[in-house]
C-alpha cells in the first residue's frame, strides 16, 4: 500500500494513500483512531495524474511521490473510516456473489452431467449453496437501513444491500453529489459550436450494476420513479 505522508502546517499530518492491498481496513481504522486525517484516491486519478506530469513508469516510489503531489496541490477531503459494521456487509455482499456463482454453475453443471456421482454432489452442493445464502440474508447486520430502502417499489433487498455497501454517504449528499458519485450523472462534450452527447462515466460500477434491473423495473411500479423517468426523457 502506497501511502505518503505529508505535514500540513506546524503539526497537523494528512496521509494520502491508495485502497490497495488486503491492509487497507486496519490502516484506514488506525489512523483515524490516531486523529490522522485520511484521504483516499481512486488508483486512476493518480495515474492520470502520473502521466499529465509525463511520469510514465510505475514504481511504488514512483506512486508514492505522485500522491504526496495530488495532497499538496488538490483540494483533497478526509473521510471517516467505515465503520465494522460496513465492512462486515461488504464481506457478507462478496460472499453472496460468490455463492449466486457458484449456484449457477453447479446448475449449469447438473443439468449435463451424466453419471449419478457426478449428478448427487451436484445436487448436495446445490443444497448446501441454499443454505449458505439463507443464512447470509438472515444476518441481523442486514436489517436495519437495508429494509427501509427495500420498502420502496421496485428496489428489493439484494439491491437494497449493494446500495448500502457501495455508498455508505447515502443521507450526506445532495441528489447531484449521489448520482456524480454513483456516475449516474451525464457528462457534457462541448467545444465551441458543436456539442457531442452527454454520457455517464466513472463512479462506482458495482453500484450501478446493482441498480441497472431495479431501475428497469421501478418505472413500472413505483408512480415518484416513473413521473421522474418521464421527466428525464422529455428533457432529452
Known amino acids: 500500500m502506497r501511502c505518503p505522508v505529508r505535514r500540513i502546517g506546524a503539526s497537523a499530518v494528512r496521509v494520502v494513500f491508495e485502497p490497495t492491498g488486503p491492509y487497507l481496513r486496519n490502516f484506514e481504522a488506525s489512523l483515524v483512531a490516531a486523529g490522522i486525517e485520511a484521504v483516499k484516491v481512486n488508483p486512476r486519478s493518480s495515474r492520470r495524474l502520473a502521466e499529465a506530469t509525463g511520469e510514465l513508469a510505475k514504481t511504488d516510489r514512483i506512486d508514492a511521490a505522485i500522491l504526496a503531489r495530488m495532497g499538496a496541490v488538490l483540494d483533497l477531503q478526509g473521510r471517516s473510516a467505515k465503520s ?87 443521507g450526506t449528499l445532495d441528489n447531484k453529489q449521489a448520482a456524480s458519485l454513483a456516475g449516474l450523472a451525464p457528462i457534457a462534450r462541448q467545444s465551441g459550436t458543436w456539442s457531442g452527447r452527454a454520457r455517464i462515466r466513472g463512479g462506482r460500477r458495482s453500484l450501478r450494476t446493482a441498480l441497472y434491473m431495479p431501475a428497469l423495473v421501478a418505472p413500472r411500479f413505483n408512480s415518484d420513479l416513473k413521473q421522474k423517468y418521464q421527466n428525464l426523457k422529455d428533457a432529452g
Open 84 to 170: 465494522e459494521t460496513l465492512h462486515d456487509l461488504r464481506d457478507l455482499g462478496v460472499a453472496r456473489q460468490d455463492l449466486v456463482k457458484d449456484r449457477i454453475a453447479a446448475t449449469n453443471r447438473e443439468q449435463i452431467a451424466v453419471d449419478a456421482v457426478s449428478k448427487r454432489q451436484l445436487r448436495t452442493r446445490l443444497k448446501q449453496i441454499g443454505l449458505q445464502l439463507k443464512e447470509i440474508d438472515a444476518d441481523p447486520g442486514l436489517f436495519g437501513r437495508r429494509d427501509v430502502l427495500a420498502s420502496i417499489p421496485g428496489i428489493g433487498t439484494v439491491a437494497a444491500m449493494a446500495i448500502l455497501i457501495e455508498m455508505p454517504e447515502l
